[in-house]
C-alpha cells in the first residue's frame, strides 16, 4: 500500500520553528516531485514548495527565506524545516507525490497524499 505520513506538526508560538517530515512507505520519494501543500481555515490550499527528482527546490514567495527543504534518502524522508513561523503561517500542511516532478509549478499532477500535519502558529 502507497502512503505518504507527515509529522512533526504542533503549536508553535510566533517566531519559533517546526521541522515536518514526510515519509514514504511503498513509493520512493526520489522518482517524484514532493510538494508541500498548506491549507489555512477558510483558505484554500496552496503549494508552498516543490522538490524536484533532480534536486532542484521551487519555494512560494510567501515562505521563502525562511522555509527549507532537505532529505534522507536512507529514511525515505523529506523535510520541511520551517523557521520564524508567523500566525499566518497556521494551516494543514500536507505532502504529495507529482508526477510532472514540479515542471509545471504552480501547477501539478498529484499521484499520492498525505493526510496532513496540523501546524499552530500563537501570537
Known amino acids: 500500500q502507497v502512503q505518504l505520513v507527515e509529522s512533526g506538526g504542533g503549536l508553535v508560538q510566533s517566531g519559533g520553528s517546526l521541522k515536518l517530515s514526510c515519509t514514504g512507505a511503498?513509493?520512493?520519494?526520489?522518482?517524484?516531485?514532493i510538494v508541500w501543500f498548506r491549507q489555512a481555515p477558510g483558505k484554500e490550499r496552496e503549494g508552498i514548495s516543490c522538490s524536484s527528482s533532480d534536486g532542484k527546490i521551487y519555494y512560494h514567495d510567501s515562505v521563502k527565506g525562511r522555509f527549507s527543504i532537505s532529505k534522507d534518502d536512507d529514511r525515505n524522508t523529506l523535510y520541511l524545516q520551517m523557521n520564524n513561523l508567523k500566525p499566518e503561517d497556521t494551516a494543514v500542511y500536507t505532502c504529495?507525490?507529482?508526477?510532472?516532478?514540479?515542471?509545471?509549478?504552480?501547477?501539478?499532477?498529484?499521484?499520492?497524499w498525505g493526510k496532513g500535519a496540523r501546524v499552530t502558529v500563537s501570537s
Open positions: 511503498g513509493l520512493t520519494l526520489n522518482f517524484y516531485g
Open positions: 504529495a507525490a507529482d508526477t510532472n516532478d514540479c515542471e509545471d509549478v504552480p501547477t501539478y499532477a498529484i499521484d499520492y
